[in-house]
């Protein structure tokens, strides 16, 4: 389990990212976490190191979900709320 508060990220900001009234900076400082370092790490393992939309194994992203409220489980992720996507077929799902 995750401590949020454990991520040497500025307390006021992991409250954002705990209650889905982030920035953009507060996403930003997120993905710099050691927790999203893992969930990444793990998604593209999970995906063998391909774009889970087309198969290109370049420029590979790890993106939250939109759908089922994937953005409101930040530090608490299910491996179904993350997608590994190559830059390409990322642009066209944000
Ligand atoms: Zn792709
Ligand atoms: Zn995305």
């Given at each position: 389990?995750?401590?949020?508060?454990?991520?040497?990220?500025d307390?006021?900001r992991?409250?954002?990212?705990?209650?889905?009234?982030?920035?953009?900076?507060?996403?930003?400082?997120?993905?710099?976490?050691?927790?999203?370092?893992?969930?990444?790490?793990?998604?593209?393992?999970?995906?063998?190191?391909?774009?889970?939309?087309?198969?290109?194994?370049?420029?590979?992203?790890?993106?939250?979900?939109?759908?089922?409220?994937?953005?409101?489980?930040?530090?608490?992720?299910?491996?179904?709320d993350?997608?590994?996507?190559?830059?390409?077929?990322?642009?066209?799902?944000?």
């Amino acid at each position: 389990m995750t401590d949020p508060f454990a991520q040497g990220l500025d307390p006021k900001r992991v409250l954002c990212l705990i209650t889905g009234r982030w920035t953009p900076a507060d996403y930003r400082a997120y993905q710099k976490t050691k927790h999203w370092q893992r969930v990444r790490d793990a998604a593209l393992r999970r995906s063998g190191g391909e774009c889970e939309a087309c198969g290109r194994k370049t420029r590979l992203q790890v993106h939250h979900k939109k759908l089922k409220g994937a953005y409101k489980r930040l530090f608490r992720e299910r491996e179904k709320d993350v997608a590994v996507l190559c830059s390409r077929c990322h642009k066209r799902m944000d």
